[in-house]
C-alpha cells in the first residue's frame, strides 16, 4: 500500500480564495483523521470520520472549514474563505479501528501558506 | 480536558549520549499512550504505544515507559545516532472510543 495520500503538498494562496486539501486513507482502513500544525498550538485535531461519516467536528476552527467524505478512498477539507491565520501543514491520517492496538497512519502533509 | 506536555522543547546531545525525553498528562484514566517521530517535512510515524494496564514497551534502541497515576511517560534512547534528529511527539487516548490528544513535541538534534 501507498500509505495515506494528501494533495497537494504545497498551497500558497491569496487571503479570501478558497482552498482545497485532498486525502485518500489506507485502504480497509474505517476512520480517517484531519489534523491541523503550527507552531504556536502544535498538533490539533479538526475532525474525524467514522464508515465515511463525520464522528466529531468540534475541533474545526469555524464555519469557514469544511470537511467531506463522500467514500471510503476519498476525502476533502475545504477554507472558504481563507485568511493568513490559516496557514500551517494539515495532516491526514487514518486507521483500522480507534482504539485497536493499531496505529494511525500519517500521511505527508499539506503546506497551505495564505498571503 | 486532557492536556499533554512535552518538557523540553528543544534537546541538542552529542551522538552515543544516553537520553530521556519526557511528557506529562493531566487526566491519568488514559486508555494508552503513543511516542511518535516526526521528521522535518514529513508526517508523523509511531514509535511505541503503551497499553493502560502496561508500564513499558521497548524496540530496538527505544524504551518507553507509563506510570499512569502520576500522569507521566519518558522516552529512553540508548547510545544516541544523528539519525535519531527528528521531533518526539506523545500521545495519550483516554478511552477507546476517543481519538489521541498530542503534546507539541521534542525537537532532538544530535550531533556528531
Known amino acids: 500500500d501507498a500509505g495515506v495520500i494528501q494533495s497537494p503538498r504545497h498551497e500558497v494562496t491569496e487571503m479570501g480564495q478558497e482552498v482545497t486539501l485532498r486525502c485518500k486513507p489506507i485502504s480497509g482502513h474505517d476512520y480517517l483523521f484531519w489534523y491541523r500544525q503550527t507552531m504556536m498550538r502544535g498538533l490539533e485535531l479538526l475532525i474525524y470520520?467514522?464508515?465515511?461519516?463525520?464522528?466529531?467536528d468540534s475541533g474545526m476552527p469555524e464555519d469557514r472549514f469544511s470537511a467531506k467524505m463522500p467514500n471510503a478512498s476519498f476525502s476533502t477539507l475545504k477554507i472558504q474563505p481563507s485568511e493568513p491565520r490559516d496557514s500551517a501543514v494539515y495532516f491526514c491520517a487514518s486507521s483500522f479501528g480507534l482504539a485497536r492496538q493499531e496505529t494511525q497512519y500519517f500521511g505527508p502533509g499539506t503546506r497551505l501558506l495564505v498571503l | 480536558k486532557q492536556e499533554v506536555t512535552q518538557i523540553p522543547a528543544a534537546l541538542s546531545v552529542p551522538e552515543g549520549e544516553n537520553l530521556v525525553l519526557n511528557c506529562s498528562f493531566t487526566?491519568?484514566?488514559?486508555?494508552?499512550l503513543q511516542w511518535f517521530r516526526q521528521d522535518p517535512g514529513k508526517g508523523l510515524t509511531s514509535l511505541l504505544l503503551?497499553?493502560?494496564?502496561?508500564r513499558e514497551q521497548t524496540s530496538g534502541r527505544l524504551n518507553a515507559s507509563l506510570d499512569k497515576s502520576s500522569g507521566r511517560s519518558t522516552l529512553y534512547i540508548a547510545a544516541s545516532q544523528p539519525g535519531d534528529s527528528a521531533t518526539y511527539l506523545c500521545a495519550v487516548r483516554n478511552s477507546g472510543n476517543t481519538p489521541l490528544v498530542f503534546g507539541k513535541g521534542t525537537r532532538l538534534s544530535v550531533i556528531a
Open positions: 503503551i497499553q493502560s494496564s502496561q
Open positions: 487526566d491519568s484514566a488514559i486508555y494508552n
Open positions: 470520520f467514522n464508515n465515511n461519516v463525520p464522528i466529531d
